[in-house]
């Protein structure tokens, strides 16, 4: 069986499967799959829909072995990726057995080149999923719905308020109030249906949650990071020392959403 050069990450379902570093991820969260039933798993993914010989797998993982119960071995390591995949035999949705001949994966299979690693910086600065708890499903869905909803009470409240913050960016000197108008303007119109996105995504359990923040969080970070200076949007109604704490919370807010999502989708 020829097998490409060119690592893959694969995709089918909630699952990811890195050729690269071995990882199967299900919503982003690593799933305990080693050895043959991964190498498995791997040459049905590169065959979508196609049959794939025990012949063929023999050949691929046990060609510098003498192995004299391979048929053993090969359903052994079957086995264990149907239980990895949450799939079974009698009603296959991933891994059809095609009595003896082989296996064929039934799913629909995308892949694309590994993302480049994150650099160790930034390693150490991000919670990773194995790191945070597994609280109950319903809290997390909860606090992150408060979320959105709190940002998007921050958009829609500043685009009612037009008139009283170009007042108050005019006594700002460093920058231009058109310019911070532009900005304003432009950042809630952008992260309105971002944050509508998230919503529907979470109240309709959308599989792939943690995947997509994950290539959303760069982004959604520097502008949650600028709308964390929101507070002070309301210097005519509050103090400065309670806008500035109230901003130095908000600055964390983009690294709790992202705990959260990540909680969310191992609940």
């Known amino acids: 069986m020829a097998v490409k050069s060119t690592l893959r990450v694969f995709r089918f379902?909630?699952?990811?499967?890195?050729?690269?570093?071995?990882?199967?991820?299900?919503?982003?969260?690593?799933i305990k799959l080693h050895g043959q039933p991964f190498q498995v798993l791997l040459c049905l993914l590169a065959k979508p829909g196609e049959m794939v010989t025990r012949e063929e797998l023999q050949q691929l993982l046990w060609r510098d072995q003498t192995?004299?119960?391979?048929?053993?071995?090969?359903?052994?390591?079957?086995?264990?990726?149907?239980?990895?995949l949450g799939d079974s035999a009698g009603k296959?949705?991933?891994?059809?057995?095609?009595?003896?001949?082989g296996y064929r994966f039934l799913a629909e299979v995308s892949s694309s080149e590994p993302a480049a690693p994150t650099p160790s910086g930034a390693r150490s600065v991000l919670t990773v999923a194995e790191d945070l708890?597994?609280?109950?499903r319903n809290i997390t869905k909860a606090l992150l719905l408060l979320?959105?909803?709190?940002?998007?009470?921050?958009?829609?409240?500043?685009?009612?308020?037009?008139?009283?913050?170009?007042?108050?960016?005019?006594?700002?000197?460093?920058?231009s109030p058109e310019l911070l108008m532009a900005v304003l303007v432009a950042t809630a119109a952008a992260m309105i249906p971002?944050?509508?996105?998230?919503?529907?995504?979470?109240?309709?359990?959308?599989?792939?949650?943690?995947?997509?923040?994950?290539?959303?969080?760069?982004?959604?970070?520097v502008l949650d990071v600028l709308w964390a200076l929101s507070p002070f949007l309301l210097?005519?109604?509050?103090?400065?020392?309670?806008?500035?704490g109230m901003a130095a919370a908000l600055v964390y807010l983009p690294f709790a959403q992202r705990s959260l999502v990540l909680m969310y989708t191992r609940g």
Do not use: C, S
């Not at 379902?13 to 690593?30: I, M, N, Q, S, Y």
């Not at 959105?148 to 009612?160: I, T």
């Open 133 to 136: 708890p597994k609280p109950p």
């Open 235 to 244: 210097i005519h109604h509050i103090n400065a020392g309670l806008a500035l």
């Open 67 to 84: 192995f004299v119960d391979f048929d053993h071995g090969l359903n052994t390591a079957v086995n264990k990726l149907r239980q990895a």
């Open 147 to 175: 979320v959105q909803a709190m940002y998007l009470a921050f958009y829609l409240g500043a685009l009612g308020n037009l008139t009283e913050i170009r007042e108050i960016f005019a006594d700002i000197r460093l920058f």
């Open 13 to 30: 379902g909630p699952f990811e499967a890195d050729e690269a570093t071995w990882p199967l991820r299900k919503h982003g969260v690593r």
């Open 194 to 221: 971002v944050r509508l996105f998230l919503v529907a995504a979470v109240v309709f359990d959308y599989q792939r949650l943690a995947t997509k923040f994950t290539r959303l969080f760069p982004i959604l970070f």
């Open 92 to 101: 296959p949705q991933y891994v059809e057995t095609i009595p003896g001949k």
